[in-house]
DNA sequence: GATGAATGAGGGTTCATTCAT
DNA sequence: AATGAATGAACCCTCATTCAT
């Protein structure tokens, strides 16, 4: 008899979650373009489609903002930690391919790289948060990561170097992709992040393995 | 009759040349600790020592004073690569070794890391100014590099791999070092470099030289 | 079945005039602390135990809460011209010490000070309200009080003067006092209301009275 | 041959404070006409005939204008003090009249009942400006008006009274009459400032010359 | 050439008011 | 009726740039 409300509306805790997110989305799309300092507030809420006025009912200030998209990103980094734990049992060497695609997913996805280039540009302006970031997200990151090259020297298939070493250098060519990728443009930057990464698993690999 | 200045003044281009000089090296200070967008002329006159109106005699506007400071920066990159063209003839991995050890050494400048710092948080909103960084420095550096590997793969000595990927691999842990130091300190960054990209160097050719 | 509010509602007519001066309590205490540019709707709503939009329902916006404050003040200054006039019989020396025992009595009492204040530094943007105030309570009293004295003067028991100025000058001692209160502060504007009042009573009756 | 400049241009620090005196003076016009919080910047700025940007080359914040808006005011009071202060050893009649005579004098002028009602709006806001006013410019005052009421006094010539209550009781019409003529509008205040305040002398010393 | 006072566009933030719930 | 999330106009203040000295 009534027409049925076709997108029926959200609740009230549903919508303040999803205008959260897509604040957050705005917010770190136009941090990445313009930088902190050339973003301007109105133009993230445009982005998030709503008022001005309104993005300061989810958040204090800019500056809180920078905190939220920060905190935004630490999840999936989360994720990637425990996925990498649960296989952390497994064949050395097999999960630091696991590790290597995770990577090239996460290059894949294009937060990563905007994200880094955030985390890079405004990291200094706001210690707390790059610290939050180190401690929640990049050293358990790289602690399980280090406990996986452990166990690979204890059994004697990976050659005895520092793990917590090995571990930063297994990382460093996608965080340098992400970088270089962001600062130069996926056109320009002049290689294609799956085979570099591809590359770099076999020769760390080779690198670990041998003698 | 009248007094001599004590200190002879400079010729004019020489002071003009200093007083540029001096610009953009509080510059790029000041851009890599508060941003492009929170850096004042002000202080970059100040912390130069010249008077804000004076800047302008130099640099026509911020934003000509922020390509100044990158190609400022282009030198000694530049330099780094003559260096190393000039020893590319010698075993490649005696050749790979002198690379890491430059590396090593434009860390421990503490120049390196605050004008990555300021390329990746500024580079976006000068494309032009970083397309440069990356046509006059970047790739000739990558490609002299990418050219001992290829030499090193003819004779036999590195295992077959695309050396423009290997060239980039070879210089990831230190841009990825270079970016961590800056964003969260160095005394919070957990590691040191030069072990890292010792560690490095070894790993790096214990892969290339493998089977 | 159902449980009994414990306490029954109040009627409604009752209600609505509870909050109404509810409100106006909050208000008048909130733009005598910060002013009227300084006083947000949302904290007076606070202050008056309801929601920031429930005020509007009371009041169609901050300027008509203003009226509504002054108004609101003006009921005991109305009391205090019924007050006076009933006495006006009285022996005038008599009379004159009651007006200035009300005018002690309202000092004491905090409102008077505070809506002083809030009509000294509003009334200007708020012109017919204080016209109001003039009209219904300032000139009704002068006017009650220039009679008292222009009776005493009739009888010959005071000295020939403007009974309109002389009821200005009788009040003067305590606006004046309401005024240096409120801004310095009771405890540093260096007076004691009452005795400024009392000996002001001595030295206005001894003038009056004296040849 | 050449045309003489017909204004020579002021010299820089006359410059410097023609234009302080400028924005100070719209500074209390404008404060007076909107209060602290309906006053705008760029109205106080254009009212003193220069740009935004300028006022705060001047005043650090709105805040500080409205200290210097104080400040500036306590001069006049200064000087009435000093005025005083050479005629205290005069007949301590004489003195309350010259007294008086000022206190007409300051009502004429336009800026004390304006900065009168700035004081009284916004004191408060501003507790140390206010103090500052009270200690500098209000204590020093009724302290020399009390010493020469207390030398009436002690030369029999005063009846025995708490000379400091007197020296308040002595400006107190003037306060209430810049307070009134503020709130009111000096044509609907009712009286005519003159004839209050004489009435007010002529009675005040028939009171303190009385028995 | 060197300087810094003057400028005004621009942006973060506040808050009176509205309106869907 | 009561509420408070949403809104955008308004305002303080900053700072790149200009220009008279």
Do not use: C, W
Not at 74 to 79: K, N, T, Y
Request: aromatic fraction near 6%; charge should be negative.
């Amino acid at each position: 008899m009534f027409a049925e409300a076709v997108v029926p509306p959200p609740s009230r805790p549903a919508q303040r979650a999803a205008r959260e997110a897509a604040i957050l989305g705005a917010a770190l799309r136009i941090f990445a373009e313009r930088g902190y300092g050339g973003a301007r507030i109105e133009d993230i809420a445009d982005a998030a489609g709503i008022g001005k006025g309104t993005l300061y009912v989810y958040f204090s200030s800019k500056r809180a903002l920078l905190e939220g998209v920060v905190r935004a990103a630490a999840d999936p980094g989360l994720a990637a930690i425990e996925s990498i734990a649960t296989q952390a049992e497994g064949e050395p060497a097999a999960v630091v391919r696991v590790i290597v695609e995770r990577a090239k997913r996460a290059l894949r996805n294009e937060i990563t790289p905007v994200f880094a280039k955030v985390l890079v540009a405004e990291g200094g302006r706001a210690p707390e948060v790059s610290a939050v970031y180190r401690k929640e997200v990049m050293e358990p990151l790289l602690g399980v990561i280090a406990d996986v090259i452990g166990r690979g020297i204890e059994r004697g298939v990976f050659r005895p170097i520092d793990p917590n070493l090995a571990a930063r250098l297994l990382l460093a060519p996608a965080m340098a992709a992400a970088i270089s990728l962001e600062v130069f443009g996926v056109g320009d930057a002049g290689f294609e992040p799956d085979s570099l990464l591809d590359t770099h698993a076999d020769l760390f690999l080779a690198g670990l393995q041998s003698v």
